[in-house]
Each structure stands twice: as C-alpha cells, then as structure tokens.
C-alpha cells in the first residue's frame, strides 16, 4: 500500500493542524509555513492528487471554502488583497501531492510573498496557439 500523503494524515486526525473550517468534504487550516499572517490551505477530505485531478462538484466545495476564507481575511484580519492559488505537479511547485487552495492574504503588498509573470511573448504565435487550445474546449 502506499504511503498516506501528509494532508491525508492530518484529515484522519494523526497530524494535528490550526483548523479553521469543517465540514463533510472538506477542511480548511492554516499552512505550517505562514508565507503572511493567515495563510490558509483548503483541501477535499477525498484524497485528489492536484485541482486538474478533482472531480468538478468536489472542486467547487473547495474554491467556495477558499472564497469565504478570503473575504473573512479581508473583512477579520484587515487585508488589502488575496492570493488564492494551487500549483498542479512538482513543475509548478506542487510539494504535498492532494489537491489543495492557498489562500494568502495581503498586507500593502508586503510580506514574504513575490508572484513574478515575468511575460515573454516573443516569438509566439498567439492567434495559433489560441486556436490550438480552444478547440479542444469545444
Ligand atoms: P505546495 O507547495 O503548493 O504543494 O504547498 C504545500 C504546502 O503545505 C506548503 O506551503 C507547506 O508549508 C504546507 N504544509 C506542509 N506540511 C504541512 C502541515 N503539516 N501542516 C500545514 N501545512 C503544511
């Protein structure tokens, strides 16, 4: 059998965690390493590898969790901004392998967390890579 994953360990209650919300599918507490005050991850209690691997209605409970968590930082803890992210595999700096949100609240843009898109258009035929990529959402 594999090894449980760390977050499916927290669920089953042989990791502790700063919980903030609970219900049947899902579970909300706080990351271990606060990038700023308040930095939150929400998880489906059904193990998911990564966003991209979760079924549709269970990834709704999750971002609608992410969502009130992020209007109560701003409204409770006096943050200017959101961050709300997943990163889907280890290329996009992915570490724990069960679908989870970040939700990083913002203080004047300060804290510990820089998000760079650094854009490099060159060379890039956008009309065909558009056309590539819609038509398989048809
Ligand atoms: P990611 O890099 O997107 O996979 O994020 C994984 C996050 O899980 C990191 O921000 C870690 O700090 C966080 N993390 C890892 N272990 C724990 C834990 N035991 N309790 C809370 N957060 C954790």
Do not use: W
């Amino acid at each position: 059998m594999s090894k449980k994953d760390i977050f499916c360990q927290i669920i089953d209650g042989e990791i502790p965690c700063y919980k903030l919300y609970e219900d049947d599918d899902v579970l909300a507490f706080l990351d271990i390493s606060q990038v700023t005050k308040g930095h939150a991850l929400v998880i489906p209690k059904e193990h998911y590898d990564n966003f991209l691997a979760t079924p549709q209605e269970t990834m709704h409970k999750v971002m609608d969790v992410a969502q009130r968590i992020g209007q109560v930082e701003i409204k409770i803890l006096g943050a200017q901004g959101v961050n709300i992210l997943t990163n889907c595999y280890e290329a996009a700096g992915q570490s724990v392998p069960h679908f989870h949100v970040h939700v990083i609240p913002r203080y004047d843009n300060k804290g510990g967390f820089v998000l760079e898109m650094h854009s490099n258009s060159d060379g890039l035929n956008l009309p065909a890579i558009a056309e590539e990529i819609g038509k398989s959402l048809k």
